[in-house]
């Protein structure tokens, strides 16, 4: 089955650069989402089609993407966020959708 | 304001069928959009379950096909999940989301979820 690989853990101090790799054979062809999920509470849209930012999502949340890899990259990390990040993509099919395994976030 | 709601058994036998409904506020399920079921056993990832569109397309994750259902009723704005014979792996938090079929490749991503509950399974 298709699969989206994601390191388990991320850890910056605040104010520093954090950044969180997705990696996947379809991403080169495929867009890639990426979702903030903090404690109990349901995941939320922070970056789509590897680049767009939706409205109310702070600029300092980027997406980029490099043959099989697309990064989440998160300026300036604030306390507030710290959560899990899960990338999405489709596989290269078309006819399901798959999650990685996600990333926890940890600012130190 | 696009709102989702998750409703059903919190508790549900071994071998026995999971059922949740999915009602959408503020915003017809009867639009452009394919509609989500995504889940979420505690302490692990996200895995997307099938996404439905109001005229009956579905499509289904592989691994769960046959003991899935998905519907819609568009009088009732609202979409349905039913997994056959479940057993203990399928505890989970169970999220609804608006989202796109996973042949739209101009997909704008999962942007409205409800907030989620729990269906534990157990006898």
């Known amino acids: 089955s298709y699969e989206l690989t994601q390191p388990p853990s991320v850890s910056v101090s605040p104010g520093q650069t954090a950044r969180i790799t997705c990696s996947a054979d379809?991403?080169?062809?495929?867009?890639a989402y990426w979702y903030q999920q903090k404690p109990g509470q349901a995941p939320v849209l922070v970056i789509y089609?590897?680049?767009a930012r939706p409205s109310g999502i702070p600029e300092r949340f980027s997406g980029s993407s490099s043959g099989t890899t697309v990064t989440l990259t998160i300026s300036g990390v604030q306390a507030e966020d710290e959560a899990d990040y899960y990338c999405?993509?489709?596989?290269?099919?078309?006819?399901?959708?798959?999650f990685g395994g996600g990333t926890k976030l940890t600012v130190l | 304001q696009v709102q989702l709601k998750e409703s059903g058994p919190r508790l549900v036998k071994p071998s026995e069928t999971l059922s949740l409904t999915c009602t959408v506020s503020?915003?017809?399920?009867?639009?452009?959009?394919?509609w989500a079921w995504i889940r979420q056993p505690p302490g692990k990832g996200l895995e997307w379950i099938g996404s439905?569109?109001?005229?009956?397309?579905?499509y289904y994750n592989a691994s769960l096909t046959s003991r899935l259902t998905m519907s819609v009723d568009t009088s009732r704005n609202h979409f349905s999940l039913n997994l056959r014979s479940v057993t203990a792996a399928d505890t989970a938090v169970y999220y609804c989301?608006?989202?796109?079929?996973?042949?739209?490749?101009?997909?704008?991503?999962?942007?409205?979820w409800g907030l989620g509950t729990l269906v534990t399974v157990s006898s």
């Open positions: 989301a608006r989202g796109d079929s996973p042949d739209n490749f101009d997909s704008s991503g999962f942007d409205h």
């Open positions: 503020g915003y017809s399920i009867s639009g452009g959009d394919y």
């Open positions: 439905i569109y109001h005229g009956g397309i579905t």
């Open positions: 379809a991403l080169p062809r495929q867009y």
């Open positions: 089609k590897d680049t």
């Open positions: 999405q993509s489709g596989d290269s099919g078309g006819t399901s959708w798959v």
